[in-house]
């Protein structure tokens, strides 16, 4: 996703706030400045400061009945309205807050999407023809290391050399709100790494992944790089970095790692959040049991 830029100088000037005041990454400023831009164009006029508590419950109406979206969707643009009416308010462009009564939809409970251990092996093993040895073994390193850390596509293209110690195999990580935190990553990616580095090009640029050019990678390049090994494994199931990510947490809980040690590892505020892993852990018990006790393939 590339970074949004408002072109209405108010919540371009938002956008700003919540990048230097609130710490938030210029991904969350890039969403949150497309929702308030949305809303505004949805008033059809109406100045965002004189937007009515009315008018916000028949936005959120329209986003669920006309335009079907989420209520996850819909949660996030009811955080961004919040955000920036209290900036509003501290700005003193208005004294209230319109938005804060708004009761967000209740989310959709479901299990996070992940791959099996073997599927996992499969989408690693898969080789990509026509690569140069350098984006072939960068491209390894990258799918080893979103596997070995559980990091989000983010954070990869976030890191830079300083922050790996190929040697204890940890990282550093800047994660949502710019908070750090160490991460460790396995014997296979961090030969992965080793290998890469040693065609890494020559540049000034400090960022670990970097392209042919020697800039950074964006988070959109990696996104694609995913895309293409995902798609030429053959796997049935849709697979994304953030699936891979689920996959890890869960991988890690069956086999013996306890919750706290995973929430850490994945950088979550909450123990509740990393608590949903339980859940799709049992569920690949069920599925197992089923395919695998004798009786019910006799009966079936």
Do not use: C
Not at 53 to 68: A, D, F, N, P, Q
Request: a positive charge.
């Amino acid at each position: 996703m590339s970074i949004y830029r408002s072109p209405v100088g108010e919540v371009a000037d938002f956008q700003a706030s919540i990048r230097l005041e609130r710490g938030q990454s210029e991904r969350t400023a890039s969403e949150y400045g497309r929702d308030v831009d949305a809303f505004r164009s949805w008033l059809a006029g109406t100045p965002l400061w004189q937007a009515t508590v009315s008018e916000i419950r028949r936005y959120v109406m329209h986003l669920m009945g006309e335009r079907h979206y989420t209520a996850t969707s819909v949660r996030r643009k009811i955080a961004a309205l919040r955000a920036f009416f209290a900036w509003q308010r501290r700005e003193g462009k208005r004294s209230d807050n319109p938005s804060a009564d708004i009761r967000p939809p209740k989310s959709e409970k479901r299990l996070p999407k992940v791959l099996n251990e073997d599927e996992v092996a499969r989408l690693l093993e898969t080789r990509v023809a026509g690569r140069t040895e350098f984006t072939r073994l960068r491209d390894r390193a990258i799918l080893e290391l979103l596997y070995a850390s559980g990091i989000r596509r983010a954070e990869l293209v976030g890191l830079n050399l300083e922050d790996i110690d190929l040697e204890k195999r940890r990282m550093r990580v800047i994660g949502k709100g710019n908070k750090q935190r160490i991460v460790f990553f396995n014997h296979a990616a961090a030969d992965a790494m080793v290998l890469y580095l040693g065609m890494r090009p020559r540049t000034g640029d400090q960022a670990f992944f970097v392209g042919r050019t020697g800039k950074r990678l964006n988070a959109d390049y990696a996104g694609e790089i995913f895309r293409l090994f995902a798609r030429l494994s053959g796997l049935s199931k849709h697979a994304t970095p953030h699936v891979l990510r689920h996959s890890f947490a869960t991988h890690l809980l069956e086999n013996g790692a306890d919750l706290m040690t995973i929430k850490e590892l994945l950088g979550h505020e909450s123990l509740a959040t990393t608590q949903i892993y339980t859940n799709v852990s049992l569920e690949h018990m069920r599925k197992t049991y089923e395919d695998a006790h004798p009786r019910d393939r006799q009966d079936h």
